[in-house]
T-cell receptor
């Protein structure tokens, strides 16, 4: 199993440009998540999905959109890139949402480092 | 808003020393997890604790969940350079966060040979 894969690994965007960050998991997990990680700020949840066709906002959704047409894929779309979106983006997936004995154990991809200039 | 405060924020020690990292909240969590993240990679799960007072050991790492399920600690015995990384605690709750994880800001550990 490859686990969670993300592409691209690095990207530089100009202000106002758009892009899609790709995320794929091969573990047949229903739950998928997008986080951003800023220096010294931990991980903030952008969007999450509880299954194909179902998505919901997290803590910091403004400026982003997601879709979930298949169990495997959960792309994150930036429509009008802004310098405030410079960050490292992580996709994660989990089998359980909140299991009594397992909590919410998430598996993370390697991240996409995005710079907006 | 549920928050998890981690301390210390940075820790630099010599190989062989012991250390403890703390994760505290004013809120009760149903479960708490610890992740380690190495530079350029995503976080990797180390352990999940779900019962108040629970202690779990992973080789030289000992994890404890507070009796009231509001805090947790990670103790490393005889630290090695391979322990270097960012340690993140993350809590989940049936309540407001709907099972989603709330992350602390992390403790950056550097173990020098």
């Amino acid at each position: 199993n490859a686990g969670v894969t993300q592409t691209p690994k690095f990207r530089i965007l100009k202000i106002g440009q758009s892009m899609t960050l790709q995320c794929t998991q091969d573990m047949n997990h229903n739950y998928m998540y997008w986080y951003r990680q800023d220096p010294g700020m931990g991980l903030k949840l952008i969007y999450y999905s509880v299954g194909a066709g179902i998505t919901d906002k997290g803590e910091v959704p403004n400026g982003y959109n997601v879709s979930r047409s298949t169990t495997e894929d959960f792309p994150l779309r930036l429509e009008l890139a802004a310098p405030s979106q410079t960050s490292v983006y992580f996709c994660a997936s989990s089998y359980y949402r909140l299991a009594a004995s397992r909590g919410n154990e998430q598996f993370f991809g390697p991240g996409t480092r995005l710079t907006v200039l | 808003t549920q928050l998890l405060e981690q301390s210390p924020q940075f820790l630099s020690i010599q190989e062989g020393e012991n250390l403890t990292v703390y994760c505290n909240s004013s809120s009760v969590f149903s479960s708490l997890q610890w992740y380690r993240q190495e530079p350029g990679e995503g976080p990797v799960l180390l352990v999940t604790v779900v019962t108040g007072g629970e202690v779990k050991k992973l080789k030289r790492l000992t994890f404890q969940f507070g009796d009231a399920r509001k805090d947790s600690s990670l103790h490393i015995t005889a630290a090695q350079p391979g322990d270097t990384g960012l340690y993140l605690c993350a809590g989940a709750n049936y309540g407001g966060s709907q099972g989603n994880l709330i992350f602390g800001k992390g403790t950056k550990l550097s173990v020098k040979p």
